[in-house]
Each structure stands twice: as C-alpha cells, then as structure tokens.
C-alpha cells in the first residue's frame, strides 16, 4: 500500500507512527504522515493545527496576532478557524464564522499556546 502526503497529497511517504523525528535541522512531532518537503515548508505548530482542535496562536508580517483552533491547509494557504473563547482577545476584530484564509509566507510565527 502506498501513502501519500496528508497535506500536499504528492509526495509518496512510508508509513510513520506519531513520534519525535528530526527533519532537516528542525526536530518535529510527526502526528500524521506528511513528506519532507511538507515538513520544511510549514511551522510545526501550523501542522499539529490541521491535525489536532486545540488553541494555536500566529502573528502576520501586518502586526496582527490571530488565536484560532485549527487549521486547513492548502497549498500556500491556511484556513483558520478563528478562537474566540475567553482568554483570546487579540483586540483584532474579525467575524469570520467560515474562517479566515491566511498566506503561508505572511506568517511571522505561529505557537501552540497550550492553554486549551
């Protein structure tokens, strides 16, 4: 059977098991099967976000901090999911029920806030 990239659906991959592996000269938790390329090209935070509802937070080159809960991943674009429970309030004002669409390469840093 062959795997492909969960993200890209392109590169074939070889089956993995969640676990902490290095790639390139970053270590990352692999929580489903994505390819190298995949890896590099991402925060690790943004990917943990596509597979996994918890709360996340990504500042853009503009100045602006976004909370979201997850991440829809396509190409050069993500999807978030804005967080607006208490404890989030960036003082950005943004209603966006269906999501926001954010370049990959507009993103400055993107954390996993652990507080969920």
């Given at each position: ?5 969960s993200l890209c659906k ?21 929580t489903d099967t994505i ?34 809960t997850d991440a829809d ?44």
């Amino acid at each position: 059977m062959v795997n492909v990239c969960s993200l890209c659906k392109k590169a074939e991959m070889k089956e993995v098991e969640d676990q902490v592996e290095e790639i390139g000269t970053r270590k990352t938790v692999v929580t489903d099967t994505i390819c190298d390329n995949c890896a590099q090209r991402y925060p690790d935070s943004l990917v943990k976000a596509h597979f996994d509802h918890f709360r996340y937070a990504l500042k853009l080159i503009t100045g602006e901090t976004l909370f979201f809960t997850d991440a829809d991943i396509l190409g050069d674009y993500a999807t978030l999911t804005l967080d607006k429970s208490p404890g989030s309030d960036d003082g950005f004002e943004l209603n966006a029920p269906r999501g926001v669409d954010v370049r990959i390469d507009q993103i400055v840093w993107c954390i996993d806030t652990g507080n969920g």
